[in-house]
């Protein structure tokens, strides 16, 4: 059965550091979200993408966060300069058309030192 | 004001017994759907199930059945005969087609389960 893909596993990254998060969706899905989770809360949604740009972003979602599909293939999170408080759980997902399920990837555990 | 209620936020069974999750959800609009996922300790997030509002139907799948009533906002879920491998957090969420244009899942805070042998 296909599956979202998410590289790497765990991220360790110094505060300040840029870092990218990297998906692969399910490959003919058409929209695609980023999620986190904080240990221990609750799944937040932070963006949603759809036709190469953003369709919807949370108040998460500030100017230190981007997406970008550079490739057709891969979806990508980029965190410009990392704060303490982005340590959690990203979680990729895609979804073949509208009201359809939302198929999670594994999750990046991305750890700000 | 929270849009998904997991009111129980652990619950401890010992297996064979039944054990059934809540969820009361608010949306003013008519059309939206709802769903729950399952994160085992792994901590993936795993599709379990899928509701839209206008069909209020139970569903049952194996060991696990969904309760939809409208009239009272919930979803909620039941395992019956429960095993140790049903332990994980429950996530009940709802998407709203209407008022976004994204099917952006708003999660509610999860019930953690644990199933005891």
């Known amino acids: 059965e296909p599956e979202v893909t998410q590289t790497p596993s765990h991220q360790v990254t110094q505060m300040g550091q840029e870092v990218i998060l990297r998906c692969v969706p399910i490959s003919n899905h058409l929209y695609f979200y980023w999620y986190r989770q904080i240990l221990g809360q609750k799944v937040e949604f932070l963006v949603s993408f759809y036709n190469n740009e953003i369709s919807e972003k949370s108040e998460i979602f500030d100017d230190q966060f981007s997406v970008e599909r550079p490739d057709g293939s891969n979806f990508t999170l980029k965190i410009r300069s990392t704060k303490l408080e982005d340590s959690a759980m990203y979680f990729c997902?895609?979804?073949?058309?509208?009201?359809?399920?939302?198929?999670f990837g594994d999750g990046t555990r991305l750890s700000i030192l | 004001a929270q849009k998904v209620t997991q009111a129980q936020t652990e619950i401890s069974v010992v297996e064979k017994e039944d054990v059934t999750l809540d969820c009361v959800y608010e949306t003013r609009d008519t059309t939206y759907y709802l769903f729950w996922y399952k994160q085992p300790p792994s901590g993936e997030l795993v599709f379990l199930i899928r509701?839209?509002?206008?069909?209020?139907q139970n569903e049952i799948s194996g060991r696990y059945s969904w309760n939809f009533q409208k009239s009272t906002s919930s979803f909620n879920f039941t395992i019956t005969a429960s095993q140790v491998v049903d332990s994980a957090v429950y996530f009940c969420?709802?998407?709203?087609?209407?008022?976004?244009?994204?099917?952006?899942?708003?999660f509610g805070t999860g019930t953690r389960l644990q199933v005891f042998p």
């Open positions: 969420a709802l998407s709203e087609p209407a008022r976004q244009n994204t099917d952006k899942l708003i």
């Open positions: 509701r839209n509002s206008f069909d209020e």
């Open positions: 997902a895609s979804m073949l058309l509208r009201n359809q399920p939302q198929h």
